[in-house]
Structure formats: structure tokens, C-alpha cells
């Protein structure tokens, strides 16, 4: 650890889980994953860390507590809405709808691969295309459903099929209900994945494709497009705005 340099806390409250990481400049020095972050996992991460800097990203609602202690505890705070400065220009039609996730993605990819257009696919809860055009413009993206959403749908809205999960064996042609069901999700996604680069890389011949998520590792070897996986490419996102914002 660089001993002058000011540590950002990089904290993203997502549907399911909330990942936090601690950044020296652009380098990832800890990571963690909590089901329900407490104030004591926050007081053990200052305890450790002498951090100054901070974001906060969530897609599940304003959390004022949580704000008022990391207001609290460091020196420079973002909490990520519509204000805050972003290093690309969005063209979102609604930006005060746009998810902060899928904004942190944007800018995370073309932090990595600036003056690139760019595809970047976030296999979760929920699957997000969104699409970045060189020298670094949102124009905006799509979502639908992720796999665990889509197994449960078909259980949930249907009276008799059974509710299946995510295996690594994945047939073309389902022979039972259960396998069916599988191949039916699985595949489907991916045909869809790669029907979006296929037509997307029609339009726009150089473009890089990110997928990332926690579902990503599933999705990476089934695709038949070259893609590069990055699965802290929300973090990486956050941890650039919050640069971008503090930048003398």
C-alpha cells in the first residue's frame, strides 16, 4: 500500500447482496460480499484501512443512515444519484430513472477501453445491455430477465413446472421437464446474448464486448462471440466517478 495516497471505500448495494472494495487510486486492495452489511463490517473496514474517500451506489433505495455515518466518517462522500459529475455524457431519455448499476458500467468499460464503442452485458438479477459509442457516449440500453428470474417465473406462473436451477451440464433439446426447462433458460440467454453483439458488431464493426455479473463466469463459455469478462466492473465504475469527482 502506497503510503500517501488516499484510499476510496467503493460500496454497491445490489438486489441480492452488497459488495464493498477498498481502492488505492485504480488498484483493488480488499473486496468482500454481505448478505446485510452492519455498522460493525464498517467499523472492522476503518479499523483496517485509513479511508477518506467514498461512493455509495444502490438499487434498492436511499439508505439515509447509511449516508449519515459515511458522511460522518470521510473526508469526500458520494452518494450516487442524477447530480453527481459523470466522465461520459449520457443520452438516456430518463437518466433519473437509469439504474446506478448500469451508469457504473458505462463507466467502468470505457475507463478500460476509452475511445472504443462498446457493449457491456451485467448477467444478474436482472440481464442489462448498455451501449457505449466512442469518445465515450451512453446512448442508452436494454433489460430483461437473468436466469435465476426466469427459472423462478416459470415456477411461480405456472401450476405445474417444477422450479429448477443453474447446472453446468446444459443439453440442446430438453428430455424431462426439468431439463427442458434448463435448456429452455440457459440457451435462451444465450442466444440472445449473442444475437445482441452479432447485430450490435453489424452496426458498429469494432466494437469490445464486457460482459460481467455474477452469473458471468456461467455465461462466458457458452458464447460463441469473443467477449472479455469483468466481474468488478460496477466497482471499477464507481471507483472512476468517485476519482473523476475529487480530481484537483
Same mark, same amino acid.
Given at each position: 500500500m502506497k503510503g500517501n495516497n488516499k484510499l476510496n471505500l467503493i460500496i454497491e448495494q445490489g438486489n441480492s447482496a452488497t459488495k464493498l472494495a477498498v481502492y488505492d487510486q485504480q488498484q483493488m486492495i480488499f473486496s468482500a460480499v454481505y448478505e446485510d452489511l452492519k455498522e460493525a463490517d464498517l467499523l472492522n473496514l476503518f479499523s483496517r484501512?485509513? @479511508? /477518506?474517500?467514498?461512493?455509495l451506489s444502490s438499487v434498492i433505495g436511499r439508505d439515509?443512515?447509511? $449516508?449519515?455515518? *459515511?458522511? /460522518? !466518517?470521510?473526508? !469526500?462522500?458520494?452518494? *450516487?444519484?442524477?447530480?453527481?459529475?459523470?466522465? $461520459?455524457? %449520457?443520452?438516456?431519455?430518463?437518466?433519473?430513472?437509469l439504474g446506478r448499476d448500469r451508469i457504473a458500467v458505462a463507466v467502468g468499460a470505457n475507463y478500460l477501453q476509452p475511445e472504443r464503442d462498446l457493449l457491456v452485458i451485467d448477467a444478474g438479477t436482472a440481464i442489462t445491455y448498455e451501449v457505449i459509442v466512442s469518445p465515450g457516449v451512453y446512448l442508452g440500453g436494454n433489460i430483461s430477465p437473468g436466469m435465476t428470474t426466469r427459472f423462478k417465473a416459470l415456477n411461480r406462473?405456472?401450476?405445474? @413446472?417444477?422450479?429448477?436451477?443453474?447446472?453446468?451440464?446444459?443439453? @440442446?433439446?430438453?428430455?424431462?421437464?426439468?431439463?427442458? $426447462? @434448463?435448456?429452455?433458460?440457459v440457451n435462451g440467454i444465450v442466444?440472445?446474448?449473442? =444475437?445482441? %453483439?452479432?447485430? *450490435?458488431?453489424?452496426?458498429?464493426? =469494432?466494437?469490445?464486448?464486457?460482459?460481467? =455479473? =455474477?452469473?458471468? %463466469?456461467?455465461?462466458? +463459455? !457458452?458464447? +460463441?462471440?469473443? %467477449?472479455?469478462?469483468?466481474?468488478? *466492473?460496477?466497482l471499477t465504475g464507481l471507483n472512476r466517478i468517485l476519482e473523476y469527482n475529487v480530481e484537483d
Open positions: 484501512f485509513p @479511508l /477518506q474517500r467514498g461512493i439515509n443512515e447509511l $449516508i449519515s455515518y *459515511l458522511n /460522518q !466518517r470521510l473526508e !469526500r462522500f458520494l452518494f *450516487l444519484d442524477e447530480n453527481v459529475r459523470l466522465p $461520459i455524457e %449520457i443520452r438516456y431519455q430518463t437518466p433519473h430513472t406462473f405456472t401450476r405445474q @413446472l417444477p422450479l429448477v436451477n443453474s447446472q453446468e451440464d446444459v443439453p @440442446l433439446i430438453g428430455t424431462s421437464t426439468e431439463s427442458a $426447462i @434448463l435448456a429452455g433458460v442466444y440472445e446474448m449473442d =444475437g445482441y %453483439i452479432d447485430t *450490435l458488431r453489424s452496426k458498429y464493426p =469494432g466494437l469490445y464486448v464486457f460482459l460481467t =455479473g =455474477g452469473h458471468s %463466469i456461467y455465461f462466458e +463459455k !457458452r458464447l +460463441k462471440n469473443t %467477449i472479455f469478462a469483468a466481474i468488478n *466492473l460496477v
